[in-house]
T-cell receptor, first 118, second 112 residues
């Protein structure tokens, strides 16, 4: 069974500083993918970054980077130069390939609340 | 940009009613998903569909059914609404399993 763990309580960071949001996962599948989403207070889910299990490089997207440590089964999100608009809930999710092999579903963690202080 | 549209942002219904939540996507995506989100529990998958008229149970399908008669539309049905189905419901779509899912704005459903 798959599992995504996000155990940090509410996180606080000073504006313009970097912050790391932790995510660990558990799977026996050799092929998987990891996603991070942001959910502001308005409720919409915004895709941030993706890392495939066979990717050689850590994923980066602008101020977001993913610290992927396969042996430790961790996929931490790093946000550099935090902005007030980064205040939101952040979800880590893992793609599970289904029995058909052609389809998949995502399993989400419980989320981490990030607050950026001015 | 991908657009996933959920028919209602807020909805209030009564116990025992049959409730329909509609979701439409405009990018010809194969896969569509329904989740519910509750505080402290994250997002939990209710049902998903990878083709027209196809459906698969997610992690918490009890009390729900779905319909996908057209590729762009995926409906979630609460057959007989109960108070424990009060929640935020999120619809998503994706072109294939390697691509991220795109979400609608969500429907906050209250069952009284």
């Amino acid at each position: 069974a798959q599992k995504i763990t996000q155990t940090q309580p509410g996180m606080f960071v000073q504006e313009k500083e970097a912050v790391t949001l932790d995510c660990t996962y558990d799977t026996s599948d050799p092929s998987y993918g990891l996603f991070w989403y942001k959910q502001p207070s308005s409720g919409e889910m915004i895709f941030l970054i993706y890392q495939g299990s066979y990717d050689q490089q850590n994923a980066t997207e602008g101020r977001y980077s993913l610290n992927f440590q396969k042996a430790r089964k961790s996929a931490n999100l790093v946000i550099s130069a935090s902005q007030l608009g980064d205040s939101a809930m952040y979800f880590c999710a893992m793609r599970e390939v289904l029995y058909s092999g052609a389809n998949s579903k995502l399993t989400f963690g419980k989320g981490i609340t990030l607050s950026v202080r001015p | 940009d991908v657009k996933v549209t959920q028919s209602s942002r807020y909805l209030v219904k009564r116990t025992g009613e049959k409730v329909f939540l509609e979701c439409v996507q405009d990018m010809d995506h194969e896969n569509m998903f329904w989740y519910r989100q509750d505080p402290g529990l994250g997002l939990r998958l209710i049902y998903f569909s990878y083709d027209v008229k196809m459906k698969e149970k997610g992690d918490i399908p009890e009390g729900y059914s779905v319909s996908r008669e057209k590729k762009e539309r995926f409906s979630l049905i609460l057959e007989s609404a109960s108070t424990n189905q009060t929640s935020m419901y999120l619809c998503a779509s994706s072109p294939n399993y390697n691509q991220p899912q795109h979400f609608g704005d969500g429907t906050r459903l209250s069952i009284l």
